[in-house]
């Protein structure tokens, strides 16, 4: 059995402790967390109610493949892998916030951005696990941000598309087509606002680097 972390080790106790969903789950996740306490596989599993091949296998199974081989659905293999346009849409959609794409929801969840992202055609499939490992090596996490100011503007959506586009060229990330410029210019234009902050969690880039062009700042003058 491989050393687990903290946060895997957290983990492991919610789904143990919370008891819902799959019985299959909860299993596994016990085999797992005995297993990482230094219990032999033998004790396991007759603590489990199963062979000790089976402990093993889901022991296996976890070392290899992390908390996707937890899940009843779980089949085993390598985990797919990614293009890079692929990784910079999922990496700039879990930066994004659920509103900005018609959702009613405060901010994404493993579940609900994988599900968005496969419904949107991102990418065909992705795991809860596959996920979270290509947000965290595109080193964005979920962390408390800074109050900000949501845009009303009916034109928001659109005006931003273009702003990051344009970004997107000024970096080299994508090659200008017909009558698009080569060289962006940026010039500031600051208005009055009605200042109105709301604490919040979401994903972000780690290391403070994480400036979404959605979110407004507030600053004391």
């Known amino acids: 059995m491989r050393e687990i972390d903290d ?29 990482a306490q230094g219990l032999p596989v033998a004790k396991i599993a007759e603590v489990t109610f199963t062979s000790a091949d089976r402990v093993r296998d889901v022991i296996h199974n976890f070392n290899t493949d992390g908390f996707d081989s937890l899940y009843p659905k779980y089949k ?74 949501a845009s009303r503007d009916p034109d928001y959506a659109a005006k931003k598309a273009r702003v990051e586009h344009l970004y997107a060229i000024a970096d080299g990330e994508v090659i200008p087509e017909a009558g698009e410029p080569e060289v962006v210019f940026c010039i500031d234009e600051f208005g009055p606002l009605n200042l109105m902050p709301h604490p919040g969690r979401q994903w972000a880039e780690r290391g403070g680097r994480h400036k979404d062009p959605h979110l407004k700042t507030s600053r004391r003058p």
């Open 76 to 149: 085993g293999g390598r985990p797919k892998t990614f293009t890079l346009p692929e990784r910079r849409e999922i990496k700039k959609i879990a930066k994004s916030t659920p509103a900005e794409h018609g959702l009613p929801l405060s901010t994404w969840s493993l579940t609900k951005l994988a599900d968005f992202l496969v419904a949107e055609g991102v990418v065909d499939d992705i795991s809860h696990e596959g996920l979270r490992i290509v947000l965290r090596e595109e080193g964005v996490s979920f962390q408390r941000l800074k109050t900000w100011k």
């Open 7 to 35: 946060d895997e080790g957290r983990r492991l106790l919610r789904i143990i402790r919370r008891g819902s969903g799959s019985v299959v789950t909860w299993r596994r996740a016990q085999m797992v967390l005995l297993s």
